[in-house]
């Protein structure tokens, strides 16, 4: 088990939160469905999903301590028995929240639209 600090993807990753009150939760089962599909386009945009719920909590599927949940539901203000999707681009900024499951294509889009989505891009494309 290991902590997940936020701060410390700054200028690394863009984090996808997941909370959740437990892996029963339809909104949050529905959730994983939509990104089930998807790996390989969360790697491409360096993006780590984090999943924050009642009982255990994971980072890209690494199982994280519970203080590390309780200070990313502290941070966001989100309820053990709420479910939201949080969006955290790289310079560590809230990009979108959504309180219901959202499909992984428009979450991509949104990161794809961000200036410095554009320069990875290109910068990748010249490799």
Known sequence: MSSFNLSSQKWQNRVLLVFAPSVNN????QQMQLFDQHQNSFINRDLVLVQVLANQSYANGQLIDES?????RNR???DK???RVILVGKDGGVKRQDTTPVKAKAIFEQIDAMPMRQQEMQERGRK
């Open 26 to 29: 339809h909104d949050y089962q």
């Open 68 to 72: 590390s949940a309780a200070n990313l």
């Open 76 to 78: 966001f203000g989100v």
């Open 81 to 83: 028995e709420n479910f």
